[in-house]
């Protein structure tokens, strides 16, 4: 596998653990509908988040979040309305954005809740 599928791998992984510590329940990792994939879908108290993870081993070309373009949030709306309706689900939906920075020098974890609006 190419490094950069392991540093992804790794850095869901790393969001995992953090989500949990922070008292979120995880519902599915890597849920796919269609060419849209959702990385992590948790939820907490009655809110379902649906978290992108984005990893990377330097901030030269740009920090983390900033790689979440807009063709990303569609897919994403589209994935997460698909969950929702398949699961009759009835809860608020909050979409993150967990930028990690990971490399033999750092681990960095931001999270930014509420990082874009569904329309």
Known sequence: MANHND?????EQ???DYLLKQGYSILARNYRFQKAEID??????????????KT????????PQEFVTP??????????????LTNELTLEVRFDIIA?????????I???????YHF
């Open 14 to 16: 790393l969001a995992v």
């Open 40 to 53: 992590i879908i948790a939820q907490k108290n009655s809110v379902l988040i649906i978290l992108e993870v």
């Open 100 to 108: 990690i920075l990971k490399n033999r020098h750092i681990e960095k």
């Open 7 to 11: 540093l992804g791998h790794q850095g």
């Open 56 to 63: 990377r081993n330097s901030s030269f070309f740009g920090d």
């Open 71 to 84: 063709g990303k949030i569609k897919l994403l709306v589209k994935a997460a309305n698909e969950y929702v």
């Open 110 to 116: 931001e999270h930014f809740k509420n990082a874009f």
